[in-house]
């Protein structure tokens, strides 16, 4: 399955995108409000890959987000309704992760009986939140140490979208 943007191409993501999303979870600016610390290895990326691909067999929305070739990133709702994106730090602030949201979202609620979107996202993650309030997500709530990465507590805002 394919989806296309005016820039993008979302597409499901196989083995081969390794390399690339390595690359991704890997660099500590695009985990910095990731549920996981950076990955070290190249087999921590391998296992979340693999993961993420067998979700596709039950029910999972994954897509990964080529620019020109090239994967530059992740969006959907591997198990739903929770929704999220992640992109490398080269294409932040293009507009990418809206635009590859907009498109998923659209796809999810055509594809599946979701009756609404959920994301968690860590208060401080400025970006992140701005892309999901501008596809319609609103808060529902928080919570505080909600997730420890490293010797770091993290805390919670949740937004929801409704189906259209």
């Not at 391998?46 to 990964?64: C, I, Q, Y």
């Not at 498109?103 to 996202?121: G, P, Q, R």
């Amino acid at each position: 399955m394919q989806l296309r943007t005016a820039r993008l191409l979302l597409r499901r993501p196989t083995l081969d995108d390794l390399e690339a999303f390595f690359g991704i979870m890997s660099h500590p600016s695009a985990m910095r409000y990731w549920s996981t610390l950076p990955h070290a290895e190249l087999d921590v990326t391998r296992v979340w890959l693999e993961r993420m691909v067998a979700r596709e067999a039950t029910g999972g929305e994954h897509f990964a987000i080529e620019l020109d070739g090239v994967v530059i990133g992740e969006v959907g709702a591997g198990r739903l309704p929770e929704f999220g994106f992640i992109l490398h730090p080269d294409h932040w602030g293009h507009g990418f992760a809206t635009e590859a949201s907009r498109t998923a979202i659209d796809h999810i609620f055509a594809a599946t009986d979701a009756a609404e979107l959920k994301a968690d996202v860590d208060p401080r993650n400025a970006g992140s939140l701005r892309t999901l309030r501008k596809l319609g997500f609103v808060e529902t709530g928080g919570a505080e140490r909600t997730f420890l990465l490293g010797d770091e507590w993290c805390d919670s805002i949740y937004l929801a979208l409704k189906r259209p």
